[in-house]
């Protein structure tokens, strides 16, 4: 069975750069919504990796995420952009207290962990395990430059009583598996490139990624003063939401079963 590991890092539009509030988090709050419907309809539970800083303005939404059956992850705190190189302390506090945070929301354990921009550091592992987290995605599979080795690529593998989930990487382009550098590269490219080098290889496992502010069409944008993330973001593309349900509906109709991240955690450790 192909499993799909479908991740969202919820966070302020921009990658996080933003202070979090309403007007800062146009992706949250236009297209979470939409997502959350379109899973249901979809039958297809995810991953979100919550930056805990949108809490205040966002409870609500995170809690129906839970409810919808989807696995809530912590993202941090503040989404450090220094997270792998700032001081131990602060490290410490923001992976310890986003998954309190969330565990007091969701009335439910947080396992899972991704640092901002995949910054991880050497003991970030031993800090997670020590906190009680059974899971990682904060890594990107190695590049694979020979094709018939993309296969190995994105597995996940346990370290100590931790499992690790890499991002899955883009075949040739070397980017990490995620929905901006898929619609960049065009659905319709990355399905036909993916058909050739992935379909004929015995793909067990994919992590894939994306962020809400990735599907914002410019409209919604506007709100953005901000000159690189206009020019960044400028698709003017109303058709983002369904060139990620053309996505979806292909791995869908290639047998890719959605699963949590936990689950295969748990399923592993029986
Ligand atoms: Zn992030």
Same mark, same amino acid.
């Given at each position: 069975m192909k499993k799909i590991f479908l991740s969202i890092d919820v966070e302020s539009d921009w990658g996080g750069r933003l202070k979090a509030t309403q007007d800062n988090c146009q992706g949250i709050k236009i297209i979470i919504p939409k997502l959350l419907h379109f899973f249901n309809d979809e039958k297809i539970k995810c991953n979100f990796f919550i930056s805990t800083n949108i809490l205040t303005e966002f409870k609500g939404l995170i809690q129906e995420m839970a409810h919808d059956g989807h696995e809530i992850a912590s993202h941090g705190k503040n989404h450090l952009l220094n997270f792998d190189t700032a001081d131990f302390l602060t490290v410490k506090d923001e992976i310890y207290q986003s998954k309190i945070e969330l565990e007091e929301i969701i009335t439910s354990k947080i396992y899972g962990f991704r640092a901002p921009q995949f910054r991880?550091?050497?003991g970030l592992y031993d800090l997670l395990e020590k906190m009680g987290? @059974?899971?990682? *995605?904060?890594i990107v599979s190695k590049k694979i430059y020979?094709?018939?080795? @993309?296969?190995? *690529?994105s597995n996940p593998y346990s370290i100590g009583q931790l499992y690790e989930f890499p991002v899955s990487r883009m075949m040739f382009f070397n980017f990490p598996m995620g929905f901006l550098w898929i619609n960049i590269l065009g659905v319709k490219t990355f399905i036909s490139i993916f058909k050739q080098h992935y379909l004929s290889k015995k793909v067990d496992y994919l992590t894939i990624y994306l962020h809400p502010?990735?599907?914002?069409c410019t409209k919604d944008n506007s709100?953005?003063?901000?000159l690189v993330p206009k020019v960044f973001y400028n698709?003017?593309?109303?058709?983002l939401f369904n060139n990620f349900k053309e996505l979806i509906s292909f791995f869908k109709t290639y047998n890719f079963n959605f699963e949590n991240f936990s689950s295969h955690v748990i399923n592993k450790k029986k």
């Open positions: 991880n550091f050497p987290y @059974l899971y990682d *995605s904060s020979l094709p018939y080795q @993309l296969n190995q *690529s502010f990735d599907l914002l709100k953005t003063n901000l698709y003017n593309n109303k058709n």
